[in-house]
Structure formats: structure tokens, C-alpha cells
């Protein structure tokens, strides 16, 4: 009976969180789906991989905290290197996307031309699909290693259950409630993709990696 | 074909007669008396001269819109003064009250920071999700800087968006005016070639400007991107981020507002950073003008598309007899054709009805908001040029 309390209070805190994860996780997501195929189950599973692989890094760092006996203690902040060398990946990753999609374009992404994508061109996107896979898979992993400020409150209550398990569990039901809140980003997949829209999703992850780059050096270079 | 083209040209489009001219200035006439010259015992000498002046400049530009039958070079005469007036009105007005042209942290947090339209699209979607506006001023007309505050400028610009579109980006914009005077300096350009393709880079500073101030509940463009903050405000350096910041402005500044232009003749930071300009063009479906090319009369000669400040019509576009929905309808283009192809066009008419009545629709909107806008910004420039060497 505990439990399912406390499991409730994991899911009603990562409902009420999903928009600050939401938040956090747009600059990043949206313009990694914009660049990809269209179609609402094409995106659907972009971003179940994107959040498989997130609640991935969320575990990861959860069991390594709990070793280090900091979840418990609730010095659950990372140290300022640690952020900074994720944003600098981070960066690294979006980059090689946005040269990845124009790639994926068979030439088309890189007119003028506001005309719908040729047909070839999405039978090129589909072949090349594992390799954006991929990348949504690491972005993905490395905003789970992003702490925002729900993660952290997560991470405090996790703690109190007292056992690794429970404490891992808690965070993947806290995880659920949040990514409740990205299923509308599926919709985006009912965006016509043309050459156009394509350079505008691949021009903006190059200006959020630009900037995650910035904020990362900036860190790891010392404040 | 050369020759034809420097015939029509020689012919110029139709003048009017001045009888007709000063009837069809009236109304403008009217409304800038209205805005400037009335006697108002609450105004003292320096403004009431000010305010005489503007009123004269605005009816005059005007007039010789109506007398010439060419838009683009009366409207830029407008367009640069409030450029070069505003930042002098401001930065005047700023070293009063402050001292600094920098933003103290203190007023941020007491929501005095002056608002300008350029985060608008910005402030839409923590606001639809929060109910938060992530500026730190007021929305309300506040102490200090916070002037007449956020919701007054939103209704303005809303107005006027909906009655002339993009049309804002040349009539109402305060700091467009710069690099259009920049760009006006030099006979010919000295880049000729720009890929297509940057044209899309406003779109994407739009989104991810949009997304990042989602993410960091701040206005991600006014503290990191915005080249204007050199010459209105700018976040007080007191730690290497504020540094940073001012590095950026003024980069962008001297690289977009100035340098690009002089060697492009193009208003570069409106056509490959602007976001507002991008999220501005969709108010251009809604707005009722907009340019068309008449394809019975064009003979694709590009100077449309040479005399474009924006990159706003391509051959594609041409061929489809249209704008590209990122003009900003200063008329350069329709100025610029010799055969009269390209023109005003009210939606849901012919191409070829009546141009010029749907320019003097278009120009009478324009005009009247930008007596309203731009006129007072003028006036109050002067004001304060007055005031200083009184």
C-alpha cells in the first residue's frame, strides 16, 4: 500500500513536471524531428527512442549517485566539469546531425526551393533512418545526464525509499509522467518536410549546438 | 531589349498634377496635424517645434509620393531618420534616468527594463504554458524606463500588423532605418552573390531563439543575439557573461548593420538574423496586400530583384508572378520596374487592377501608423536634439 503511494507520487510529480522537462529538452528534440521523415509514427518512434535513452541516462547517473552515497545525501548536483563536458558532446552530436540530415537530402536539401522533397529523397532518409537513430539516441542519453530542476526533486525523493531498486523505480514511473507531456511533439510529424523547412531544422541545431558549445566551454573552461 | 527598358525607364511612372497631389495628401495632412501640431498646453517650445517640423516632413514625403508616383526613396527618407533619431532619443533618455547605457541588474528585477517589439514572438509560448511573460519590465505603464509598458506596445504593433503585415519591417520598425541608410551609401554593391539559402536563417533563429527562451524562461534573444543593444542598451558587464554579451552585440552590429550592407546594398541583418522579421512574414497571409508581378508585362529583366533590400523575389517567385512572403513592401521592386509589371495588389483582385489604387489603400494604412509610430519617434529625436543645443 506504501508503495503504490509512493509510486502515485512519483507519476503525479512527473506530470507535473513534464513541462519544465518539456522545456528543456525542446531546443534539442524539435528541430531533430523537423529534420527527420514526416509522419506521425515516424516521429512517434523518434521519440520513444529519444526517451528510452534519456530515462538511460537518468538511471545511469541515479545508480552511480546512489554508489557514491550522494543521492542519499542529497548533494545530487553534479560538478560544473561534468555539465560542461555534456553540452560540449552535446553540441558535437547536434552538429553532426544537422550535416547528417543535409546529407540524407540527396542534394535537394541545399536549394532555395520551397517545393516538396522528391520522393528519392525520402527513400535516401529512410535507408539512412538507423544513422539518425542514432543520433536521437545519443541526444536523448545526453539530456538525461542534463539535470534539470524536476530530475534533481525526483532524485531527492528517490533517495528516501531507501533501496536501489525502489529508488530506480521510482524514477522510471516519475519518467513516465513526464513523457506524457512529449507525445504532442508527434505531431509535428504532419509538417510538410520540404528543402526549406529542412535547412531552417538543420540551421537551428546548428545554433543550439553553438550555444550548448558556448555554455560548455564556459564551464569547463572556468566561470 | 536594354534599350526598351531605358526608355520606359526614361518614361518614369505617371506623375500627378500638384492640385490633385496636395487633394490626395489631405488626409494625411489632417492626421499629422492632429498627432503633431496641436496646440497642447502641456508641451513646451523645443517639443511643439519638434512636432511642427515632423508634421512637415511627414505630409511632405507624402505628397511627393503622391506627386512623383514612386514610393521607395520618400518612404526611405522617413525610414532612416527615425533610424538615426531613435537611438539618439533613447540613449539620451537612458543617460538621464540611468547614467549608463547599461541595465542594471536591479532594474531587471524591478521590471524597468524598456520593452521593444523585437521579443514578441519570444514571450507567445511561456506565455500560453505559464501564463508568465519572461521580460523583465512592465505590462503595464511603469516607473522609469518601462515607458507606456508591454501591453501598449503589443496592441500597437498587433494593430499594425494586421493592416499592413510585413509592411511593418518598413514603416514601423525603429531600428531597420539604420542599415537601409548604411545600404543606400554605396552606388553599386560590392557582394552581388548571396546563396539563397541564408535566407532561411532567421527562421532558424526564430525557432531556436523560441525554444531557448522556453528553456531558460528568459528573452534568449535580447541576452545573447540582438545586434540593436549596441546602440540602445546593453546588460551592464560586471562578470565575463556580461562581457561575452556586449562582444556579441557589437559584432553583430558592426558585421549585420553596418559592413554587410555598405558591401551588399541589402539590409542584411533584416534578411539573415531578424527572427521578429521572420515571424513577422506570417502576418503577411493575413494582411490584405501585397505585390504581384503582372506576368503579361514582365520581361524578366531582375531588376526587381536587384532592387529588392531583402532577397524577397527570386526568379521562382517572378515566374509564379509573386513575393516571396518575406517582403516587406517598401516598394523598391515596383519603383525599380520599367515596365510597370510589378505592383500593389489588394487580395482577391486581378493582377492588373487598378495598381494604383491599391497602392494609395496600402499607403494611406502605412502612412497613418507610421505618423503614429515612427512620427512620434521622429518628433521626440528632434526634441532632444533641441533640447541639447538650447
Known amino acids: ?223 | 531589349m536594354a534599350t526598351n527598358i531605358q526608355v520606359l525607364r526614361a518614361a518614369g511612372p505617371a506623375r500627378r498634377g500638384i492640385g490633385r497631389s496636395i487633394l490626395l495628401t489631405l488626409p494625411i495632412m489632417l492626421w499629422s496635424l492632429l498627432m503633431f501640431a496641436r496646440p497642447d498646453a502641456g508641451r513646451d517650445l523645443k517639443s511643439n517645434i519638434a512636432g511642427g517640423i515632423t508634421a512637415i516632413f511627414m505630409v511632405l514625403l507624402f505628397f511627393m509620393m503622391m506627386r512623383t508616383g514612386t514610393t521607395h526613396r520618400w518612404r526611405r527618407l522617413f525610414f532612416v531618420s527615425v533610424g538615426v533619431l531613435f537611438p539618439i532619443e533613447f540613449i539620451h533618455t537612458v543617460l538621464q534616468m540611468r547614467g549608463t547605457m547599461g541595465i542594471p541588474i536591479e532594474e531587471m528585477i524591478a521590471g524597468r527594463t524598456p520593452f521593444c517589439f523585437l521579443p514578441i514572438p519570444l514571450l507567445i509560448v511561456p506565455a500560453a504554458l505559464t501564463r508568465t511573460v519572461i521580460f523583465p519590465g512592465s505590462i503595464l505603464p511603469g516607473q522609469g524606463m518601462a515607458g507606456d509598458g508591454i501591453a501598449a506596445m503589443v496592441g500597437i504593433w498587433l494593430a499594425i500588423s494586421l493592416v499592413i503585415g510585413k509592411g511593418w519591417c518598413s514603416y514601423a520598425c525603429f531600428f531597420g532605418g539604420i542599415e537601409e541608410g548604411v545600404a543606400a551609401i554605396p552606388k553599386q554593391a560590392k557582394i552581388r552573390k548571396l546563396d539563397p539559402r541564408w535566407h532561411y536563417l532567421p527562421w532558424a533563429v526564430l525557432l531556436a531563439m523560441v525554444l531557448l527562451s522556453l528553456a531558460l524562461f528568459e528573452p534568449a534573444y535580447c541576452m545573447w543575439l540582438c545586434p540593436f543593444k549596441a546602440v540602445s542598451e546593453y546588460v551592464a558587464a560586471r562578470n565575463t557573461v556580461g562581457l561575452i554579451q556586449n562582444v556579441i552585440f557589437i559584432v553583430l552590429f558592426a558585421a549585420l548593420v553596418i559592413v554587410l550592407p555598405f558591401m551588399t546594398k541589402k539590409r542584411t541583418q533584416c534578411s539573415f538574423l531578424c527572427p521578429f522579421g521572420a515571424f513577422q512574414s506570417l502576418f503577411n497571409k493575413i494582411s490584405v496586400f501585397d505585390v504581384r508581378i503582372d506576368q503579361d508585362k514582365c520581361r524578366a529583366c531582375v531588376l526587381c530583384q536587384n532592387a529588392c533590400p531583402n532577397m524577397s523575389l527570386t526568379k521562382e517567385s517572378v515566374a509564379k508572378g509573386e513575393a516571396l512572403m518575406s517582403c516587406m513592401k517598401c516598394g523598391a521592386c515596383v519603383d525599380a520596374c520599367p515596365r510597370h509589371a510589378v505592383s500593389w495588389h489588394v487580395k482577391g483582385t486581378d493582377v492588373a487592377w487598378k495598381p494604383e489604387r491599391a497602392r494609395l489603400m496600402f499607403l494611406y494604412g502605412a502612412w497613418a501608423m507610421a505618423i503614429l509610430f515612427g512620427g512620434s519617434i521622429i518628433a521626440q529625436g528632434l526634441a532632444t536634439i533641441l533640447g541639447v543645443f538650447a
Request: proline share 4%; hydrophobic share 55%; with cysteine.
Open chain 1, 1 to 223: 500500500m506504501v508503495a503504490y503511494v509512493w509510486y502515485g507520487d512519483a507519476l503525479a510529480l512527473g506530470l507535473a513536471s513534464g513541462p519544465a522537462c518539456l522545456a528543456a529538452c525542446g531546443p534539442v528534440l524539435v528541430p531533430s524531428l523537423l529534420a527527420g521523415q514526416s509522419g506521425v509514427v515516424s516521429n512517434l518512434r523518434t521519440i520513444a527512442v529519444f526517451l528510452g535513452t534519456r530515462l538511460l541516462g537518468y538511471l545511469l547517473f541515479a545508480i552511480v549517485a546512489w554508489q557514491v552515497g550522494a543521492l542519499a545525501s542529497m548533494l545530487i548536483k553534479p560538478h560544473p566539469y561534468v555539465i560542461g563536458l555534456v553540452y560540449v558532446l552535446m553540441a558535437g552530436v547536434l552538429a553532426w546531425y544537422a550535416y547528417a540530415a543535409g546529407r540524407n537530402c540527396t542534394g535537394d536539401c541545399s536549394t532555395a526551393k520551397l517545393v516538396t522533397i522528391q520522393e528519392k529523397g525520402f527513400a535516401q532518409l529512410a535507408n539512412d533512418s538507423k544513422k539518425t537513430l542514432a543520433g536521437v539516441a545519443a541526444l536523448g542519453f545526453l539530456t538525461g545526464l542534463n539535470f534539470c530542476p524536476p530530475f534533481i526533486v525526483a532524485g531527492i525523493r528517490a533517495a528516501e525509499l531507501g533501496s536501489l531498486t525502489g529508488a530506480l523505480l521510482y524514477f522510471a514511473v516519475f519518467f513516465a509522467g513526464t513523457s506524457i507531456w512529449f507525445v504532442p511533439f508527434a505531431g509535428l510529424g504532419c509538417v510538410v518536410r520540404n528543402p526549406g523547412l529542412i535547412t531552417v531544422a538543420r540551421m537551428t541545431m546548428g545554433l543550439v549546438a553553438l550555444y550548448y558549445l558556448a555554455l560548455g566551454l564556459y564551464m569547463l573552461l572556468g566561470r
